[in-house]
């Protein structure tokens, strides 16, 4: 037990630095395989890129003539595909690693003034050599240029060892240790606030990159046979020692037979589906078993150095070292310069294991056979001596070097180091001289991963596609990672070359199956052409991976709705149980784009700053409830959409949020809002302020819509021109309309040149209204009999055919009639419908609400109230509803219910004049000397400014509270469109 835990018999001081050092081998160890299990995780991270696509719906719909008019209204639809980010360096791994080495360098500094004074000089002068390796004269310390610095700091050190190996030989190693260690952490204070750099310690972590790497690959030569050593130690020793020589040959051929099959593969000469040695963990075990193997040969060194404490010192603080070098080096994903390790861990292995075999049957074998405890007697060789064997294994590793093309190491060497440069250079935000090492990182190293990487994003930055082509296809030809290849794919779909990121994407699959991240973009390439089995089986395989899932969700739902798959959106996110505010978006623009009901819980006012997800679930959570949503929740939605940090979702969502605030009945609020966006939008102009002429059709007001459909026409969007010709005709502008009819003529559109023929034919100044058929009859009274034209009507009536356009006819005169205050003639047309026999219900619902119009524009509430009791409201109507309600409430004596529905009605639509006039009414009659009727019938006007009644209502109210010249306005205007329409 004594000989496995040799330092218990060591004094205490030395067992202290053992412990400690112990403790940094194990830290150096756990740092390698965490570095290893990164990966380029370490420093790359998986960026979502999004995709988005708007899928139309119709909000809503209404009836203008015998046109059936659709308000469009935007869902979004989100993909989301993986992009490697730029690369990170690894600021913990190179700090970790500096310490590491300093504190390496340190004790084994203490070691060297404990030799002989040969070795001790030899130690001094490598020892220099180190320091010198570090170009502690970059650093500027104290801002003195030049080599003065590092001389006096090397000056210091030398002439310490010194006095403790020549003149204070006695000093005891524990105070030789503290103090190198108190003059190394007074250096780096001064380091630290002295030096005329940024980032002084990541220059030193950059310099001690190839003292580490030397001293590495010397560690490594050191202990590469130690595993075959252990197979003597297991089969020589213990009780049951019978037939040591076959137990012996067999576990060393198993194990020779892996070492070479791992190196075949390295070298891609097999590509078998088999368990392969890893590499690091050979070095892992070979380093500890080295200490103890060291231990074991002490004899054939101990003239030089005793292994208590020295040697132990020296084997570990060289592993810790090597840990430390191979933990930089993976954890900053440098695989230049880890092919070195990894091929100097593999040759040493094959070439001293191999030898070691040699020397083991030339010396051992006679004892092995009669089964004699070989193992202690292993470093006692008999015929083969030693060195020879060390020298024959260097040879053999340097065979495999050279047949390797031992340039290639020296030049994967400097491609490391650059790569190491042209990181502390982006962290110092010198862009042009990274760039200058990273391309000499990829002049040595050629094809090698890191340089490669970085320059094809600065390529991608630059715009330069075929230069970051030509790195990402060097970057994968060796040694691909997962970021490059979903990189180089995502190349080919940024260039729309949908066919060749599918090779792509596939390829880099077959190199990393089970990758959700190269599923996900697989399977957003094949949504591009429509491939909906294979999209749905990659994105399907991409939710079995943590890091894609929400990702994948997202997609399944995006091409639901983009390919319009009928499947019921919310019981698949139920199955999914996702919490992801994109997949939920997703969702619900399916539900609303195949007009699905929708019952999955779902908060979208959560998130107050938005992020594409949030907003996109925003949206269209607004557009699956815009008849659904209340007041309060929309006045919710308004400030977070108005906060300064959504700048960037504004524009779209403030049209949705304009769509909710007209399907609340806010018509001036929605108004407002989508004229703002059609002024001051340059892209989406045409949309906004197509929408907007659509609004003003529908409220009644064609010259506010032909001012928005000029812009609309102007940017060529969908039916524009359409209906700016039917907002000309309504508004009786017909030298115009027929101008837009010519060019609706022209359409490459069948049905709008059909339309506008029929058009033409009806605004025509001469026209034989008796060769009309019924819909041209219709359209003919709707659009050239003027309100004073009743004999003209009265002669046309006779000439339909069907009632039903002739009830429409009349019910429409009758409207016309009243909105001029003609009330006797609307009534006497209304009463005129209303002795047809219709076949269509709609137009007995229409009589009877302009029979209700009528009745509370007549003031006759007691009849109103029970001419409501059997008329039916729609969701539209629920302003005129709520007008009624609030008459009966006034005349009933309930003026606090009275007061609120007034309220509303003063401001929500100008449009509905008969609520804004009654308003202005009640509130007159509530406080005659406030001007708060004025204010309603005036801020009234300001929108609508094309309606007869509200003129005529807001002149008698100036002219009530005195403003005359105002009032003459009014009434001007009022006259105008007397004889206009």
Same mark, same amino acid.
């Given at each position: ?162 006095? +403790? *190996? ?12 503290? !103090? @190198? /260690?108190?003059?190394? =952490? &007074? ?119 005793? +292994? *208590? ?12 070292? !090597? @840990? /430390?070098?191979?933990? =930089? &080096? ?652």
């Amino acid at each position: 037990m004594q000989t496995r835990w040799f330092w218990k018999n060591w004094p205490l001081d030395y067992r202290a630095i053992w412990y400690g050092v112990l403790a940094l081998f194990i830290a150096s160890v756990l740092f390698l395989w965490i570095g290893y299990f990164q990966g380029p995780d370490a420093v790359t991270d998986w960026m979502v890129f999004h995709q988005q696509e708007t899928r139309e719906s119709v909000s809503h719909a209404f009836d203008l003539g015998n046109f059936e008019i659709s308000i469009p209204i935007e869902s979004y639809l989100t993909f989301s595909y993986f992009n490697g980010s730029a690369i990170h360096p690894n600021l913990n791994a190179s700090y970790f690693f500096l310490i590491g080495l300093v504190f390496g360098m340190v004790l084994l500094l203490t070691i060297i003034t404990t030799l002989e004074k040969f070795w001790y000089f030899a130690g001094m002068g490598l020892f220099i050599l180190f320091m010198v390796s570090l170009r502690l004269e970059v650093l500027r310390l104290f801002d003195i240029t030049g080599r003065t610095v590092p001389i006096i700091i090397i000056v210091v050190f030398v002439l310490t060892t010194f006095f +403790f *190996n020549s003149i204070r030989s006695s000093t005891p190693f524990l105070i030789r240790f503290f !103090t @190198f /260690l108190i003059l190394t =952490l &007074l250096l780096a204070v001064c380091i630290h606030f002295f030096a005329g750099v940024d980032y002084p310690f990541l220059h030193m972590a950059v310099a001690g990159y190839l003292p580490g790497l030397i001293l590495s690959v010397i560690f490594i030569l050191m202990i590469a046979h130690e595993i075959p050593a252990s197979f003597v130690y297991i089969t020589s020793t213990g009780t049951a020692t019978s037939k040591s020589l076959r137990h012996f040959s067999i576990i060393s051929v198993v194990y020779m037979v892996n070492l070479v099959l791992a190196y075949m593969h390295e070298k891609k000469l097999i590509e078998w589906d088999f368990i392969y040695i890893n590499f690091f963990l050979l070095l892992t075990l070979s380093a500890i078993l080295g200490v103890w193997g060291l231990r074991h040969r002490e004899n054939l060194y101990e003239s030089m150095l005793p +292994f *208590n404490p020295s040697g132990a010192y020296l084997i570990i603080i060289l592993g810790c070292i !090597t @840990f /430390l070098t191979g933990g =930089l &080096l993976v954890g900053n994903h440098n695989d230049p310069a880890i092919k070195i390790i990894r091929d100097v861990i593999i040759f040493s292995h094959i070439g001293y294991g191999g030898i070691f075999l040699i020397y083991i049957v030339s010396n051992f074998m006679v004892m092995m056979a009669d089964n004699l405890n070989v193992w202690k007697v292993l470093y006692k060789p008999t015929r083969m001596p030693y060195f020879t064997f060390r020298f024959a294994g260097l040879i053999a590793t340097m065979a495999f070097v050279f047949y390797s093309n031992w340039k290639e190491y020296a030049y994967n060497g400097m491609s490391g180091f650059y790569n190491h440069l042209g990181d502390l250079y982006v962290l110092l935000d010198r862009e042009a001289l990274a760039e200058a090492y990273y391309q000499q990182g990829r002049a040595y190293g050629f094809q090698n991963n890191r340089s490669n990487y970085v320059l094809a994003q600065l390529e991608v930055s630059k715009n330069n596609v075929k230069k970051a082509y030509n790195h990402y296809q060097l970057a994968n030809g060796n040694r691909p990672t997962e970021y490059s290849l979903a990189n180089e794919g995502n190349l080919f779909l940024a260039e729309r070359r949908t066919f060749e990121s599918i090779a792509s994407f596939s390829k880099a699959l077959s190199k990393f199956p089970n990758s959700g991240p190269l599923e996900n973009n697989l399977g957003f390439a094949y949504s591009k052409i429509h491939k909906l089995d294979s999209a749905l089986f990659f994105f399907d395989a991409a939710r079995n991976n943590k890091q894609s899932k929400e990702a994948a969700e997202a997609n399944v739902f995006a091409l639901i709705g983009k390919e319009y798959l009928p499947v019921q959106s919310d019981s698949l996110l139920q199955q999914f149980n996702s919490t992801s505010q994109l997949t939920i978006g997703n969702a619900l623009a399916v539900a609303s784009l195949q007009r699905q009901t929708f019952t999955y819980m779902v908060d979208p006012l959560a998130q107050k700053q938005l992020d594409i997800a949030s907003a996109t679930l925003l949206n269209n959570y607004l557009v699956h409830n815009l008849k659904k949503i209340d007041t309060t929740t929309l006045r919710q939605v308004e400030n977070i959409i108005m906060d300064s940090v959504n700048l960037d979702y504004q524009e779209a969502l403030k049209a949705t949020l304009a769509q909710a605030y007209y399907h609340q009945h806010n018509v001036r609020k929605a108004l407002s809002i989508m004229g703002e966006l059609g002024y001051l939008s340059e892209i989406m102009q045409g949309k906004f302020n197509y929408i907007a002429g659509l609004w003003a059709l529908e409220q009644g007001s064609p010259e506010l819509a032909i001012s928005s459909f000029a812009f609309a026409v102007q940017h060529n969007y969908k039916e524009a021109r359409l209906y700016n010709a039917v907002a000309l005709a309504e508004a009786r502008q017909f030298t115009e309309a027929l101008a837009e009819v010519d060019s609706l003529l022209q359409h490459r559109d069948e049905n709008l040149q059909e339309i506008g023929r029929q058009l033409k034919k009806v605004l025509s100044s001469s026209v034989d209204v008796n060769s009309f058929n019924d819909l041209e009859k219709y359209q003919f009274c709707r659009y050239r009999i003027g309100i004073r034209d009743t004999i003209l009507f009265e002669r046309i009536l006779p000439l339909f055919e069907n009632t039903d356009y002739k009830a429409t006819a009349l019910i429409e005169m009758a409207e016309r009639q009243l909105d001029f205050n003609r009330i006797a003639t609307a009534i006497r047309y209304l009463n005129l419908s209303g002795t047809l026999p219709v076949s269509d219900v709609n137009l007995a619902q229409r009589v009877n609400h302009l029979e209700l119009k009528i009745l509370a524009v007549l003031g006759r509430t007691d009849q109103l109230e029970q001419k409501i009791k059997g008329v039916t409201f729609s969701r539209e109507q629920s302003l005129e509803k709520l007008l009624y309600e609030s008459l009966i409430k006034e005349y009933r004596g309930d003026g606090e219910r009275a007061t609120a529905g007034f309220l509303l009605l003063a401001h929500y639509n100008p449009f509905f004049e008969e609520g804004v006039i009654a308003s202005a009414k009640y509130f007159r009659k509530q406080n005659p000397e406030e001007f708060t009727a004025y204010n309603i019938l005036a801020e009234a006007v300001q929108t609508n400014t094309t309606s007869y009644r509200l003129w005529m209502a807001y002149a008698e109210e100036a002219t009530r509270v005195g403003f005359d010249n105002y009032a003459l306005v009014a009434l001007e205007e009022a006259e105008s469109l007397k004889r206009r329409r």
